[in-house]
């Protein structure tokens, strides 16, 4: 690990909005986590916050239905509790995975899908359904096999982009957007065969949380704590990799083994969430950089930082859905694409300007 003032001071972020020490940050974000997740149990078609349809409850009878067995006891334990709690391991995955793919890449439209996770878990997803895993083997069988696919094909960019265990950073970008296109095809060549079999796998293509369960938080729980964990280990080496690779190893950081080391780990997390949930987007590239406008690019803060505010902006983002077209259920992933698609172009004319195009 690196140590020293001069580091600090070098990747500060000259242009944050604000200086609140870690522990106040981490603290108010908690807070504003917490708060979040508590109004999302009140949010459904029940009530107390939603249409109320057919019947609605009052505040009341939902606190009492969370802390004893009164009424809509099961409702709220066995759908909205896991439901608020799978948003929020999601969205602190892919928020997590997007800073450190940010800092390997050091570009800040970079995100955990590009490495092609997405696409590989599509593929994954699409083989299951269109074999009818889940009907011979179990419900987990469409959820695994996209896990395993996406690793693959994050294996598989990873290799197409390194030369002699080097990886080249604009070399593995370039085959990520190639391995990409290639399973996005094979993808919408299965949809385009098998017709009105893969009305499921189009909702999940757009991200959905219905499946959410106690089983599902439990699979997903560790996997993206210990990512979580690891990359907030190496944030000081992560602010060295910023400075460059040379600059990063003249301070005693190996970039070949952390650039290794943040790609497995964002690919894991990234690829544990899409797996289960679908390909919800613009989390792992609006989220870290927005932190990093506000408490700067010192990753020591930046990935707690961004790790908690990436939950709490999909449990807003499924409270929306679940709620905005009422009493169906609009995809998260239309909602995380109508925020996250305007802000894309925003960085993008942000760094066209920059370069003084």
């Known amino acids: 690990m690196l140590t020293g003032d001069g580091l600090q001071a070098r990747v ?36 107390p916050i939603g249409p109320g349809e057919p019947e609605e409850i009052s505040f009341s009878e939902a606190i009492d239905a969370i802390f004893t067995k009164a009424e809509y006891h099961w409702v709220f334990w066995n759908v909205r509790i896991p439901r608020v709690i799978l948003a929020g ?38 083989v299951a359904s269109l074999l009818g895993l889940s009907v011979a083997i179990g419900l987990f069988a469409p959820p695994m096999l996209a896990f395993v696919s996406a690793i693959l094909a994050a294996f598989a960019v990873y290799m197409l982009g390194s030369v002699r265990g080097k990886v080249y950073v604009d070399s593995l970008l370039l085959s990520g957007v190639a391995v990409a296109s290639f399973l996005g095809a094979m993808v919408s060549f299965m949809i385009y065969v098998a017709s009105q079999q893969f009305h499921q796998l189009v909702f999940w293509l757009l991200g959905s949380l219905t499946l959410a369960s106690w089983d599902i938080v439990e699979v997903l729980f560790f996997p993206i704590v210990a990512g979580a964990v690891v990359v907030f280990l190496y944030g000081r080496d992560l602010d060295a990799l910023l400075l460059g690779e040379e600059t990063a190893h003249n ?48 990753h020591r803060t930046l990935v707690p930082a961004a790790t908690l505010s990436g939950a709490v902006f999909l449990i807003w983002a499924d409270a929306l859905a679940r709620t905005v077209v009422a009493p169906t259920e609009m995809p998260v992933g239309i909602i995380t694409a109508i925020c996250g698609g305007p802000f894309f172009l925003y960085l993008l004319r942000r760094s066209s300007s920059g370069r003084g195009v």
């Open 251 to 298: 301070l005693g950081a190996n970039p070949e083994s952390l650039k290794k080391l943040m790609l497995f780990v964002a690919a894991l997390m990234a690829a544990a969430a899409v797996a289960f949930v679908g390909v919800i987007g613009f989390v792992g590239l609006i989220i870290p950089h927005i932190c990093r406008l506000i408490v700067g690019s010192n």
């Open 12 to 47: 500060r972020g000259g242009h944050r909005l604000a200086a609140w020490p870690r522990p106040l940050t981490i603290a108010v974000l908690g807070g504003v986590l917490f708060l979040s997740a508590f109004i999302a149990l009140m949010v459904g078609t029940l009530g």
């Open 89 to 126: 391991l999601v969205g602190a995955a892919l928020a997590c995975s997007g800073t450190a793919m940010q800092a390997v890449f050091r570009n800040s439209m970079a995100d955990p899908f590009v490495i092609g996770v997405s696409s590989g878990a599509a593929i994954g997803a699409s």
